[in-house]
C-alpha cells in the first residue's frame, strides 16, 4: 500500500503536479497562499502538515524568496480585536497527527513581498522541521476574499 502510494506520488510530480508534497516524515497537502493587490508588502500561506512519525516534530521556519522576511504567525483573541503574533518556538505537529495552517489560525508569514502575488501564480516556500527535515512546497496563489473566515484576517494590521 506504502509503495503503491509513493508510486502515485511520482507520478504526480513528474506530471508537474504537487498538491500533495513529501518529506521523510511529514507530508504536506492543501497549500495556498493569498492573492494580494499589487501594492501590497505582505500575504500569507497555508497548508496542512501530516506527521507520520511516532514522535512529535516542530515545524520551526519557513523560507521563501518570494519575500524579505517569513515568518510563522498565529492568531488570538484578545478582547474583541483578533491579533496576530510571531510563533515562537515553532508549531508543533504531534506524533502521528496533524495541524492545519489556515485563515484565522497558524499561518506562514511573507513580509516585504518582492514581486506581486496574483491569483495563478505560484511560490516556492521551503518548510524547515526541528528534526532535519525539509520540505519545498509549490504553493498556488489563490483568491481567498470569498472564504469567510478570512475576514477577520483581512481586516488586521499586518
Ligand atoms: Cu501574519
Do not use: W
Not at 83 to 98: C, H, L, S, T, W
Not at 144 to 155: E, G, I, T, V
Amino acid at each position: 500500500m506504502q509503495l503503491i502510494k509513493k508510486l502515485a506520488l511520482a507520478t504526480a510530480m513528474v506530471a508537474g503536479f504537487s498538491a500533495t508534497t513529501q518529506a521523510a516524515n511529514v507530508e504536506i497537502s492543501k497549500p495556498m497562499a493569498r492573492a494580494v493587490p499589487a501594492v501590497s508588502t505582505n500575504s500569507a500561506a497555508f497548508l496542512t502538515i501530516d506527521n507520520k512519525e511516532n514522535k512529535n516534530i516542530t515545524l520551526i521556519a519557513a523560507e521563501s524568496d518570494v519575500a524579505a522576511r517569513v515568518e510563522l504567525h498565529g492568531h488570538k483573541m484578545e478582547g474583541e480585536m483578533m491579533r496576530m503574533f510571531k510563533v515562537e518556538g515553532g508549531i508543533p505537529v504531534p506524533a502521528n497527527g496533524q495541524v492545519k495552517l489556515q485563515s484565522g489560525g497558524y499561518h506562514v508569514m511573507m513580509m516585504g513581498l518582492k514581486r506581486s502575488m496574483k491569483a495563478g501564480d505560484q511560490v516556492d516556500i521551503t518548510l524547515r522541521f526541528s528534526d532535519g527535515d525539509t520540505a519545498t512546497v509549490k504553493v498556488p496563489v489563490m483568491d481567498m476574499r470569498n472564504q469567510k473566515k478570512d475576514m477577520a484576517h483581512s481586516a488586521m494590521k499586518h
